[in-house]
């Protein structure tokens, strides 16, 4: 078992952040999270699967939700006044949503698993192991992000969804005690989410540690940690930090150039919209479109098929190598930027995993086709 420093957990969001692909919670909110913790003096334990007893008890505790129309928001505003506003505040929401579950299975957690990699949702379960003294697991349900919380490896490992907590942010408690299946449980919690004004806490796919080792990106806590010291130690001795992750991750320049043109559209709980990336250099007069429902998931070269879901389509920006968001969109017409691709893990790379995360689940008639063929 490791103790993580506040430099490892910066790391770990810088290098989460270009991991998780356009989504996976806000980057400078994970950084006012580890500064707040260590101002309160918690400390990050990061353990490996097998430090755990098989039987020990695990769940998945993420935010669900994104972007609403405007009307979703105003519906809520009489509510407004429940809100939690401090930090301290909002996680002992937060833990009241694991609470609730853990009341109505009988059963204590060891630890809460994230949802996915992300700058945000990776550090918020961290916090939250930290503050009732867990230790983390080093992995996540997703090995990136994605966009629904049915597209996780316990999905792909058979481990239920349900029972469901989910906490609105105005402290109702909605319990979910079956679903018939991972899609119909991102429905309902999707609803949910849109009905308290974009988004609820949720706590689901409680299982044993044994079921757990069959459904989750292990090490990527550690992964996330190695890319983002390696992209910081190269900006600090003044190097391309784009050699340093394409290093660390194992992943592949595929494009380079200036966006040209990003639409966005909250609606259905989601950020949905397309990047236009012109090409410039080795990449000139060809051009690069990205669809991303929260996260980056299909591209076209030219018009042609090129890397889709689940392998990984990361945005960065050229010069720093700082991960791009899908949410904030004013910021990303005319950067210049650069395009990795990165394998996904071979856990989705099964026939249940591309049923789960391939583009058809999207509504696109395409095959998955592994981005090393395509490239």
């Known amino acids: 078992m490791k103790t993580l420093t506040k430099q490892d957990l ?111 949702n990776g550090i918020m379960p961290m916090y939250l192991n930290a503050l009732v003294g867990n230790p983390s697991v080093d992995g996540d349900s997703a090995g990136r992000a994605k966009p629904e919380i049915g597209i996780s490896l316990t999905h792909v490992a058979g481990i239920p969804m349900a029972p469901i907590s989910m906490l609105t942010p105005f402290k109702e408690v909605v319990i979910a005690k079956s679903v018939i299946d ?20 949720a706590t689901r796919s409680s299982g044993t540690v044994k079921q757990f080792k069959n459904g989750i990106a292990r090490n990527q806590v550690s992964r996330c940690i190695k890319i983002g010291a390696a992209i910081r130690k190269a900006r600090e001795a003044g190097e391309d930090p784009k050699d340093a992750f394409l290093e660390a991750s194992g992943g592949v320049k595929v494009f380079e150039g200036t966006c040209t043109s990003y639409d966005a559209e909250g609606k259905g709980g989601f950020n949905w ?18 669809w991303y429902k929260n996260e980056n998931l299909v591209s076209w070269l030219d018009g042609e098929q090129f890397i889709v879901c689940p392998d990984l389509i990361c945005i960065v920006d050229t010069e720093t190598c700082e991960g791009h968001s899908n949410f904030r969109s004013a910021d990303n017409k005319g950067k210049k930027v650069t395009v990795f691709g990165v394998k996904a893990i071979d ?12 583009p058809r689940h999207f509504g696109f008639d395409m095959d998955f086709v592994p981005m090393e063929k395509v490239i």
């Open 273 to 290: 919209g397309h990047w236009y990336i012109k090409g410039e250099g080795d990449y000139e007069g060809h051009e690069l479109k990205v």
């Open 182 to 201: 991972d899609y119909r449980g991102e429905d309902i919690t999707r609803h949910v989410a849109v009905a308290s004004g974009g988004g609820v806490t």
């Open 10 to 120: 910066e790391d770990y969001i810088i290098g989460a952040v270009i991991l998780g692909c356009g989504g996976g919670g806000s980057g400078a909110r994970g950084k006012d999270l580890v500064k707040h913790a260590f101002e309160k003096g918690l400390e990050f334990k990061l353990a490996d699967l097998d430090e755990f007893d098989d039987e020990d008890m695990l769940c998945i505790i993420s935010g669900v939700g994104g972007g609403v129309p405007e009307e979703a928001r105003k519906k809520v505003e009489p509510y407004a006044h429940l809100r939690d506003t401090d930090p301290d505040a909002r996680f002992r929401h937060a833990l009241k949503s694991i609470e609730e579950l853990e009341k109505y299975i009988g059963k204590k957690f060891a630890s809460f698993v994230p949802s996915e990699t992300g700058g945000g």
């Open 347 to 358: 856990l989705w790379r099964t026939p249940k995993g591309i049923e789960v995360f391939g």
